[in-house]
């Protein structure tokens, strides 16, 4: 056990919260003022992330476009309206998880971010990951699948099975915005298939929930 653990668990929960919030802001801070790649100079807004940081479910994009970008909040525009009505389809709030992206500032034309972008944003995201300590975690889309799960397989794949990254359990899924170009939603299509990748999720957040830990998942 390093120092550092050490004084970890020595603190107290009130402690613990404390500290996550302090470093929270100090993520948050440096995200936005973040100038490190390309993408800052054409941004409107830095977005860094919405909804609960206590939260154990954690929705992970590709990047802003130009609704997110004008008002630096994820998935406000219409697949963000999408992502929304598909959460409550489900019965979950938006306010009850976390939604940010692979990058938080918007790629031109919203072009995929190149990997020079992915890498250097990388640090932003693995400290918002860390401190939010998620049990559960969707990746919309392909970019952030790939990324997180390391694979060169596609969403098509990928989506509706469960991997295990670092501890925690890892569902790809379909970006809403890939729904909007795919308007059927007769039984095996991405529509259809999503709504049975986002019951799953449920299942498992709900036994989160229950009992803080996941039931049943079989990974791969």
């Given at each position: 056990?390093t120092?550092?653990?050490?004084?970890?668990?020595?603190?107290t929960?009130?402690?613990?919260?404390?500290?996550?919030?302090?470093?929270?802001?100090?993520?948050?801070?440096?995200?936005?003022a973040?100038r490190?790649?390309?993408?800052?100079e054409?941004?409107?807004k830095?977005?860094?992330?919405?909804?609960?940081?206590?939260?154990?479910?954690?929705?992970?994009?590709?990047?802003?476009?130009?609704?997110?970008d004008?008002?630096?909040?994820?998935?406000?525009?219409?697949?963000?309206?999408?992502?929304?009505?598909?959460?409550?389809a489900?019965?979950?709030?938006?306010?009850?998880?976390?939604?940010?992206?692979?990058?938080?500032?918007?790629?031109?034309?919203?072009?995929?971010?190149?990997?020079?972008?992915?890498?250097?944003?990388?640090?932003?995201?693995?400290?918002?990951?860390?401190?939010?300590?998620?049990?559960?975690?969707?990746?919309?889309?392909?970019?952030?699948?790939?990324?997180?799960?390391?694979?060169?397989?596609?969403?098509?794949?990928?989506?509706?099975r469960?991997?295990?990254?670092?501890?925690?359990?890892?569902?790809?899924?379909?970006?809403?915005s890939?729904?909007?170009?795919?308007?059927?939603?007769?039984?095996?299509s991405?529509?259809?298939l999503?709504?049975?990748?986002?019951?799953?999720?449920?299942?498992?957040?709900?036994?989160?929930?229950?009992?803080?830990?996941?039931?049943?998942?079989?990974?791969?």
């Open positions: 056990m120092a550092n653990e050490d004084i970890l668990l020595k603190l929960p009130e402690e613990r919260a404390a500290m996550k919030k302090t470093l929270w802001e100090e993520t948050k801070a440096n995200t936005l973040c490190a790649c390309p993408l800052a054409t941004r409107t830095v977005v860094f992330g919405d909804g609960d940081p206590d939260t154990k479910l954690l929705f992970i994009g590709e990047g802003p476009g130009a609704d997110e004008a008002q630096g909040l994820p998935f406000v525009g219409r697949a963000g309206q999408l992502l929304t009505q598909i959460l409550t489900a019965e979950i709030s938006r306010k009850d998880v976390y939604i940010t992206n692979i990058v938080k500032c918007r790629p031109p034309e919203n072009r995929v971010p190149t990997p020079a972008e992915t890498v250097i944003c990388d640090k932003h995201l693995q400290t918002q990951i860390m401190l939010i300590n998620p049990a559960l975690m969707v990746l919309l889309g392909n970019t952030p699948a790939r990324w997180i799960l390391q694979t060169s397989e596609g969403i098509t794949k990928l989506r509706g469960w991997f295990e990254w670092h501890g925690i359990a890892v569902m790809p899924m379909f970006h809403p890939y729904l909007l170009r795919n308007a059927s939603s007769k039984e095996g991405p529509k259809h999503t709504w049975l990748d986002i019951q799953e999720v449920k299942r498992q957040w709900d036994a989160v929930k229950a009992t803080g830990s996941i039931s049943g998942i079989k990974f791969g």
